[in-house]
């Protein structure tokens, strides 16, 4: 009766044993794909902000072109129109970037999805043949 019990606890021990290496796997995987979100968000607002002062300072220099452009006769059409142009812009950018915020995130999908697999192997009844 002892080498059962011995024998029981020690699948005990080696299924806990298993659980515990599959939990620390999983937060390492966790833990992996954060930093890659985190590199990714870090070099996309490090072009964006890049790109972002380089339209700022181009938008500036066209409007001052067109504004001495049509200085003698249209100058104040001119800025009317160009200010109605960005406002349009920024409200419509606003609602892209509203949209862009309110859709779903798929940050730890990959790790969703492997615990899913182990939950679904830990609960799913095969027939074990007997030893």
Request: net charge neutral; with cysteine.
């Amino acid at each position: 009766m002892a080498d059962a019990n011995s024998g029981l606890f020690g699948q005990l021990q080696q299924s806990l044993g298993t659980v515990v290496e599959l939990l620390r796997l999983r937060l390492a995987l966790l833990g992996t794909e954060l930093g890659q979100e985190k590199q990714r968000l870090a070099v996309g607002l490090f072009w964006g902000a890049i790109a972002l002062m380089s339209l700022t300072v181009g938008t500036v220099l066209l409007c001052g072109f067109v504004i001495l452009l049509l200085w003698d006769g249209y100058r104040l059409a001119a800025v009317g129109v160009l200010a109605l142009l960005f406002l349009a812009a920024g409200w419509l950018l606003t609602k892209a970037a509203q949209r862009r915020l309110s859709a779903e995130s798929n940050l730890f999908s990959v790790s969703l999805a492997e615990l899913e697999r182990d939950r679904d192997s830990f609960t799913a009844t095969e027939p074990h043949e007997p030893r």
